[in-house]
């Protein structure tokens, strides 16, 4: 028998549940196993050759999963959107030349104008290794195209991991999202899928499915403890609250513990780039981390963390190589150190100079936050003639009846005692709708100044 | 927009200096004298603290006349007579940006 491609333990768990449907219809290991091969002589049939692009359509469900698997073990580059992405499912036709496309929710199998032709892709092919493109959402520009080898990014799941009911919350075409479905699947956890990310449904899912890992951002950890839905579901099988993808804030962090006194709380940092990163958390409260030292190495150049890693991506397929010459990749993220356990500022990108001086717009956005009647504030920085730049500050309140000038003036008082001058934001701008995207991340991307 | 006569200019802008001094220390509170130095010599204003004003003026007149104006400009930094110097240069800018703005 010909060795696969990669090895899937899946017919080893037998009859034990792997993936809970949306609707509650349940997968056996035994049935993925025996989907996987039924898919696979159906992309045989349909000449879908190893090596091809293909564009898969799905979030979470049994389908997508089966999907996913096949092509990786036929050897082809799995390349995934989240039904409803509009233009960016175009985007990443265009730019992944995907041969095929397959909608998993329709079963549909079709093929595409692309050649699934790439110098990245040969060297792939080369190694007879299935690749994953996950497409980074930068905040300016074109989406980049970060290419994978899934055998590199599957070896640290080798070590057999403890068995979980995790959620499968963070988005299918996100790498974290790619990353819940392989930790639970290839450890023999159930994956459980929710109809829909809206707060009640995601707690009533939690209930029912008896879950105990909830992967996520702490963007919607604030929206759920916000909504006041914890108190009325049982979510007392809840082991693990992972979060990662943007900044905790501190005061939300101190929030979702006390709301989950039984959770342990792990940040997980990770990128399209190099996939998500095993680390500890210092403790629930904190924003302290350590990394595996077996899974990579990490230093700080000039106050910014630097990462090599074995489940690097071996590229982007519309971007030159943003590694050093010895492998490094520079995160842009800034970090403070203490002994072998480091903690995220931000993005130096995010970084606002307020007439040279600088500020993190999560430093300012956790002062925000310990107001109580804010319920959500995203700090940014916009060009200012006199200052180079001045801050701003997007606030979800409670009160948006009230009058500005007095929300303004209050809101200042309270970070006078906090922060320093420069660091206050010189415009607020009030809502009472929510300040995340569709992403589940805080939405700096500033509002164009009416000029 | 309608018109924006000089009186309400410099309320608002005497509303934005008030909502300014109600977190700076008590010794650095800004005079609310349309005369006095504002932003130059003998002003304990810096250049963080002017911004501050500007800006909680325009938030102000925002307020007040549901039109944003823009009082911060490399054209009003590279004036002559800077309408920065005290409250009553600053109200006579912004009724000027008003009335600029009535005639596009």
């Not at chain 1, 079709?110 to 990245?120: K, M, N, V």
């Not at chain 1, 629930?284 to 963390?305: A, P, Q």
Request: with cysteine; net charge negative.
């Amino acid at each position: 028998m010909v060795a696969e491609r990669i090895e899937l333990p899946f017919a080893g768990f037998g009859l034990r549940p792997a993936i809970v449907a949306a609707d509650g219809v349940t997968v056996s290991y035994q049935e993925l196993a025996t989907k996987i091969d039924m898919y696979r002589a159906r992309l045989r049939d349909r000449g879908v050759r190893p090596g091809s692009a293909v564009l898969l359509v799905g979030d979470y469900s049994p389908e997508s999963c089966i999907w996913l698997f096949a092509l990786w073990q036929e050897g082809c580059i799995v390349v995934p959107v989240v039904p409803g992405s509009g233009l960016a499912e175009d985007t990443y036709a265009d730019v992944a030349d995907v041969s095929w496309i397959v909608v998993a929710r329709d079963d549909v199998l079709r093929s595409a104008a692309g050649q699934s032709a790439h110098p990245l892709y040969a060297e792939l092919a080369q190694a007879n290794a299935p690749g994953l493109v996950i497409f980074s959402s930068g905040t300016t520009g074109q989406p980049k195209g970060a290419l994978h080898d899934v055998r590199r990014l599957m070896s640290k799941f080798s070590s057999s991991g403890k068995a979980l009911r995790t959620l499968g919350f963070l988005l299918f075409d996100h790498i974290s999202g790619i990353d819940t479905v392989l930790y639970t699947l290839l450890s023999g956890g159930v994956l459980v899928c929710t109809p829909s990310r809206n707060p009640a449904v995601v707690c009533r899912t939690l209930e029912t499915r008896k879950v105990e890992v909830l992967p996520t951002a702490p963007s919607f950890l604030n929206m759920l403890i916000m909504s006041g839905e914890v108190e009325n579901y049982d979510l007392s099988h809840l082991k693990i609250i992972t979060y990662g993808g943007e900044m905790m804030a501190q005061p939300v962090l101190e929030r979702v513990a006390t709301a989950f006194p039984n959770a342990k709380l792990v940040q997980k940092y990770g990128a399209s780039e190099f996939g998500a990163l095993r680390s500890r958390s210092e403790g629930n409260n904190s924003r302290w981390i350590t990394f595996d030292k077996r899974e990579l190495d990490w230093r700080v150049r000039d106050g910014l963390l630097e990462i090599r890693s074995g489940t690097s991506m071996l590229g982007y397929l519309n971007a030159p190589s943003p590694f050093t010459e010895d492998g490094w990749y520079q995160t842009g993220d800034r970090v403070e150190i203490k002994g072998d356990k480091l903690r995220i500022l931000g993005r130096d990108s995010d970084l606002i100079s307020v007439g040279g001086q600088k500020v993190y717009p999560t430093e300012v956005e956790d002062a925000l936050k310990t107001i109580p009647w804010v319920l959500d504030a995203v700090v940014y920085g916009q060009p200012h003639p006199m200052l180079g730049a001045c801050v701003h500050a997007r606030i979800q309140t409670k009160k948006p009846t009230a009058e500005q000038a007095d929300l303004r003036r209050s809101l200042r008082k309270n970070l006078a005692a906090r922060l320093e001058t420069y660091k206050i934001p010189q415009r607020f701008e009030f809502t009472d709708a929510g300040l995340l995207t569709d992403r589940f991340k805080a939405d700096r991307s500033a509002t164009e100044r009416k000029a | 927009m309608k018109h924006l006569s000089y009186e309400s200019a410099l309320e608002s802008v005497r509303a934005a200096v008030r909502e300014i001094n109600d977190f700076r220390a008590e010794g650095d509170a800004l005079s609310l004298d349309e005369d006095a130095v504002l932003f130059g010599d003998g002003s304990a204003l810096d250049s963080v603290g002017l911004v501050q004003v500007v800006m909680a003026a325009e938030a102000q007149l925002a307020d007040a006349t549901g039109v944003e104006l823009v009082l911060a400009s490399e054209a009003a930094m590279s004036r002559k007579r800077s309408p920065y110097r005290s409250l009553r240069n600053l109200a006579e800018y912004a009724v000027e940006m008003a009335g600029a703005d009535a005639t596009v």
